[in-house]
């Protein structure tokens, strides 16, 4: 089975730091790029960056400085740094795969195909 499983949320304090990993089962993660995805209650969905087959990274401007992204092909994982968090951050965080190349344009999720189910990032005032 083809599937991307998210994990590593949780409940944090202001100011903290958290990774989240997306890990891939059934398919090899080495040819292609992966997305990084929130949505919070009440909001749409936004892409947060996203990191090609040839490690090349793309992140939105709301997010650049507090948030990275690595990936370990060896492990079949991407990771997304999450640094001085903020109560404003949480939200479902989602990880979606495509082949090879990405980047965080308007309307990027449209061209990702496969998608985790999210984990739940929480951030405390």
């Known amino acids: 089975q083809v599937q991307l499983m998210e994990s590593g949320g949780d409940l944090v304090q202001a100011g903290g730091s958290l990774t989240l990993s997306c890990v891939a089962s059934g398919f090899s993660l080495d040819e292609y790029a992966i997305g990084w995805f929130r949505q919070a209650p009440g909001k749409e969905r936004e892409g947060i960056g996203c990191i090609s087959s040839d490690a090349r990274t793309d992140y939105v401007d709301a997010v650049k400085g507090r948030f990275t992204i690595s990936r370990d092909n060896a492990k079949n994982t991407v990771s997304l740094h999450l640094y001085s968090l903020k109560p404003e951050d949480t939200a479902v965080y989602y990880c979606?795969?495509?082949?090879?190349?990405?980047?965080?344009?308007?309307?990027?999720?449209?061209?990702?195909?496969?998608w985790g189910r999210g984990t739940q990032v929480t951030v405390s005032s």
């Open positions: 979606a795969s495509r082949k090879f190349q990405c980047e965080m344009i308007p309307q990027a999720a449209l061209y990702f195909g496969n």
